[in-house]
């Protein structure tokens, strides 16, 4: 079970890292393509809100499990 | 003699614990009602106090308003823990009920923006902070406070009561606002009664003060602060400190996200996609949610309990899994039961109706359709066309394709298909009540006693206030990309889902890994 939650661990890390392009190129994408309020709005709250709470909770928690942090969790 | 002695203690002791509750949960569930009106009014509010020229900006302001409500809940949670573990429990969920309170009332006092141009929004957008900021730190607060008085071996069955109060207080706020909109009508509503509900909240809260000034502090608190264990710095000790930075990402990775995605698609994307893609009639469409959240309620209880036996985790997790399963077939039968091109019109009881009324320096032109279909169910389109009297006006609009009449659909079902509904979100319900009746149990007893309410009130509100609270923005948006042109009907009325089935099922996995079975006996630390 250890070596799941850590070989996981890596997988959130790189979920966190990954997200920031993904979400910045799409909302780059939606914007050129239609460069509404609407859309201002829209993007501003998943790239200020949402993104690094994802992001940084992700990484983080993925290299705790990594170091095995969680490994006395059971 | 002995025996006698320590029943009448056992009695005194939960007899003690039932007023601690119910004084707890008054005030939780008023502070719920606070919230839930502006959330429900959302579009009354945008009417009143957002420039019109635009409506979907409007209204999309008002949602932004809404979004930051929520967004802002995390920043409350950090300021009143703080507040709470340094100063105690009571004193601190006391100020978050009267700021709740009072802003709410301040609300429904603001005049419109046609009376004082600009200050209307931002003193609502100001007003709506308040709220989230007073909700941040009451939740923690309740379900601290419920919990450190509640015996060991029994924290789920009586925290649950706390968790039912954010259901309660939805229905609740449905239940005011369709009374007040069916006494007043709907134009005396939309004009100026959508302010009683908010009013109204000042009654509620005075009540609810009272009680709550009336309580003790928490004894494990009490014990404490007499010990001098109190934390200095809880802000410090809950994030910066590695042992408990985990417990907090953990809990908000493997619990909260994913139960804040369920209980706001159960409860308040079911509502949206009742009007919105179904177009189910308002008052039919509010009373399906506020019957399926009343038979669904008693089940925060039974799952609160029942993690006492069996443990928090498994409750939860069973409770995510089935709803990232069978949400999309779950909402293709709310839609398909709605469905116009599923049903077989009686093309003899079809009426139109047009009228038209010079309204100051526009003509009105109402064109209303009736329709009747084989199994009862009952269609009324209403379009109103205004045009400008002045023809440079009228050409002017004209040449910017802004001559288009508003169009209201309502779909009104029949009995069988009414219940069937009430079913779907029922269903929903119970999802909600799997995945939020154990949490504040699981979440207090994670946390050492010193800086609870500061670490486990951030995990909380991120899950349900971001997590949770964005799902009607981004739902909505992603079933609007799926729309091929304005006014036409989106190819995929189910894309919202994707957001609260992608969170969920990464919480499922998180917290099926690394979440222990586990209940600790919450001793002071």
């Known amino acids: 079970m250890s070596a799941i939650k850590k070989l996981f661990g890596i997988l959130w890390s790189l979920m966190g890292i990954g997200i920031i392009p993904l979400v910045i190129m799409q909302a780059m994408k939606e914007i050129a393509a239609k460069p509404s309020e609407e859309n201002w709005i829209f993007w501003s709250i998943v790239i200020v809100v949402l993104m690094p709470i994802i992001s940084f909770s992700l990484i983080t928690f993925g290299v705790f499990a990594l170091k095995g942090e969680y490994d006395v969790l059971e | 003699m002995a025996q006698n002695v320590t029943n009448v203690s056992q009695t005194e002791e939960v007899s003690s614990t039932r007023r601690v509750i119910a004084a707890s949960s008054v005030g939780t569930l008023i502070e719920w009602y606070d919230f839930y009106i502006f959330g429900t009014l959302a579009k009354i509010i945008s ?4 420039p019109k ?3 979907t900006a409007a209204l999309l302001a008002t949602l932004a308003t809404f979004a930051a409500g929520f967004v802002i809940r995390p920043f409350g949670a950090l300021f009143f823990g703080r507040l709470g573990d340094l100063i105690g429990r009571k004193y601190t969920f006391l100020v978050t009920l009267v700021i709740m309170g009072g802003s709410t009332f301040a609300i429904g006092l603001v005049p419109g923006y046609k009376t004082i141009g600009f200050f209307a929004p931002a003193i609502v957008f100001a007003l709506r902070l308040l709220q ?14 419920v919990a450190e008085h509640s015996p060991a071996g029994q924290r789920g069955f009586w925290t649950s009561f706390i968790q039912t109060t954010a259901t309660l207080g939805l229905f609740l706020a449905l239940g005011v606002i369709l009374l007040v909109r069916q006494t007043l009508g709907v134009e005396t509503f939309s004009d100026w009664g959508w302010r009683i509900p908010f ?9 609810s003060v009272f009680i709550r000034m009336r309580m003790s502090e928490s004894p494990m608190f009490v014990k404490m602060k007499k010990e001098g264990k109190t934390s200095a710095n809880p802000l410090a000790e809950s994030f910066k400190k590695k042992d408990n930075l985990k417990m907090v990402l953990i809990a908000l990775l493997g619990a909260t996200a994913g139960q804040g995605v369920v209980w706001y698609t159960g409860q308040f994307y079911a509502l949206s996609f009742l009007q919105n893609a179904c177009n189910v009639e308002f008052v039919q469409s509010n009373m399906i949610i506020s019957i399926a959240l009343l038979i669904g309620t008693p089940f925060f209880i039974v799952f609160g309990a029942l993690s006492d036996k069996i443990g928090r985790k498994y409750i939860m997790m069973a409770g995510m899994l089935i709803a990232v399963l069978s949400y999309k077939p779950i909402y293709q039968m ?3 039961s709605a469905n116009l091109k599923n049903k077989i019109e009686v093309v003899e009881k079809t009426t139109v109706e047009t009228k038209e009324a010079v309204k100051g320096t526009d003509t009105v032109t109402t064109t209303v359709t009736k329709k009747t279909f084989a199994d009862g169910t009952t269609f009324k389109e209403t379009k109103k066309l205004t045009v400008p009297l002045d023809e440079a006006k009228k050409a002017e609009l004209a040449a910017k394709d802004k001559l288009k009449p508003e169009t209201k659909k309502e779909v009104t079902l029949p009995q069988d298909l009414y219940y069937k509904m009430i079913g779907y979100v029922l269903i929903q319900v119970i999802f909600v009540t799997m995945v939020y009746g154990p949490i504040a149990a699981f979440l207090v007893e994670i946390f050492p006693t010193r800086i609870r309410y500061t670490s486990m009130s951030l ?19 992603l079933v609007e990309a799926t729309r091929p042109a304005p006014g036409l009907p989106p190819a995929d009325p189910l894309a919202g889902l994707m957001y609260p089935i992608l969170i969920a099922s990464v919480s499922f996995v998180i917290g099926m890994l690394y979440i222990s079975n586990k209940t600790n006996n919450m001793d002071v630390e």
């Open chain 2, 47 to 50: 009417e009143q106090f957002f």
């Open chain 2, 53 to 55: 020229d635009n409506p």
């Open chain 2, 334 to 336: 709310m839609y398909d």
């Open chain 2, 199 to 207: 009013i109204l909240s000042s009654l509620l809260v005075g009540v």
């Open chain 2, 459 to 477: 995990p909380y509100h991120i899950g349900n206030g971001v997590f949770g609270g964005l799902v009607p923005l981004i739902s909505t948006r």
């Open chain 2, 132 to 145: 989230g900021l007073a909700l941040g730190g009451e939740y923690g607060g309740a379900a601290t406070y």
